[in-house]
């Protein structure tokens, strides 16, 4: 059961069949959902993830070429995912540090999900944290708006990116979103018995994280989160801003 400020989110109603993750950078989604999406996953839902960067601006370790860095992150990203029982990860290539809101964007991830045909997508948001600058990356600011663009109305507009239907990709419409970081959360995420499955999650980004504390950092952010869902001591929780798409 996926816990929700004390509700059973398979009681409102049931757990999504399918669920789709998009993010700016390899990493991202670890950060933000790895335990969710643990939870989601051991619930049966088919969970894939969208990249839409390729993390070529991120660190490099000592001996990799920077031109050898995206392909890295991409590596580790599909072991990531493979921590928390996704098999699916799709990366769409744009310039790490250069994303911007475009209709070329938006038709992309309206074709990633009008393939996937998720119930809920889960992405960044769009509105800048002030208290967590870090998690408003101008990336993550634009994969979530896009996201969203994309969402509605693209996806289920048949007359939104014409080019998609003749490629035989039919209107989809995305029944809820979560959306990660964002001010004003409106759901909290038990993840307490996912919480190791995300460290090992975020520990897969080997590049990344090696110098990182993990257990310090996402142990406070996790215990914090939880009690201000107003959960028990010793838990840990993930939170999002939901809404319903029409």
Known sequence: MITVTGLDV?????VPERALVVCAHPDDVDFGAAGTVARLTAAGTDVR???VTDGDAGEAPDGVARADVAALRQAEQQAAAA???VDE???LGYPDGRLEVTLGLRRDLSAVIREVEPDVVLCQSPERRWDRVFASHPDHLAAG???LQAVYPDARNP???VELAERGLGPHTVREVWVMAHPQANRYVDITDTYEAKLSALRAH???TAHVDLEALIGGWSAA???AAGLAEGRRAEAFFTCRTG
């Open 10 to 14: 398979t009681a409102e109603p049931t």
């Open 49 to 51: 993830y969208c990249i």
């Open 83 to 85: 921590a928390v029982g």
């Open 89 to 91: 990860v799709r990366f």
């Open 145 to 147: 708006e896009a996201t």
């Open 159 to 161: 007359h939104a990116h």
């Open 206 to 208: 080997t590049s990344q």
């Open 225 to 227: 989160t939880a009690a």
